[in-house]
């Protein structure tokens, strides 16, 4: 919307001083044109904007404007600008308002201390693209369309209908009771219920979304984390699980234990390994999860499993074997 272009434009100003058309374009996204435009309907509503001919000129703020403030203090500011660089917003479809808002928090503090909140926030990075081993995250792109109709209906308590393709499944459309959205990882859920039971539906899957007139049948209070904890939990309880006795080195205890259901029993081994008694989801997340491990595991059982990985080792050794 245009008025809140027109905030967007006053903040830039006041927090970076004088900035050309050009850049203030970009910033807005918005033409060179429509930022005249803009500037021109400022000066008449009584704001001083000015600007400097030549080479080097650009737009500015007379010294001294202030815009309404509000009282936020160093921290309460900090907070929020370290939670605008997460995701979320991006992935429920609320950047551009999540950008304008955080011109609006920087503003929002007196001159002294918005220098410090800004250099602090600068120090701070919450799930960077990629980790140590510079595997990239991998981001889910999102039609603003979709997410946006999604989000409304979310917000609003209406039904809403939805076109999903589920995994290896033709799309269809399908009407749900949606309760919340939920991001884990760069991935965004939608919470929902389809005729009264539970359902948990992918966002990059939602290949279109209409929101209906008709009020959702959901509880007017929900505990949110409450309700994706539970989910998960069914979710990791399902399938056909799998129980492996395996032999680790100590070193990897922790990774192996990040891969399975459960822990059954734990014991030191006569040559300093663990001897544990694990759950796996299934056949293919042991198969998976062990054979990461390479040598600094060994299941022991069931047989089936040890086959497999012998299987799959001796088919590398003969992939990379030296010729005779």
Sequence with gaps: MRADRLVSLVLLLRQRG????DTLARELGVSTRTVLRDIEALSAAGVPVYAERGRHGGFSLLPGFQTALTGLNHDEALALLVAGSRRGAQLFGLGSALASAMLKVVDALPEGLRDTAAGAAQRLLIDPETDLLSRRVAAEELPDTVVAEVRRAVLAGHKLRIH????NQ????RTVDPIGLVTVRDQAYLLATKAGADRTYRLSRVLAAEELDE???RPDRVDLDRAWQERNTRFRTGGDQVAVLVRVDPARREYLVGTVLAVRAEEPDADGWLRMDVIFQDARHAEWAL??????AEALAPQWLRTSLSDRAASIATRYGVPS
């Design 18 to 21: 004088q900035l050309t058309a």
């Design 164 to 167: 999903y393709a589920a995994v």
């Design 170 to 173: 033709t799309a269809k459309w």
């Design 215 to 217: 009020p959702a049948q």
């Design 291 to 296: 054979w990461r491990l390479a040598t600094d």
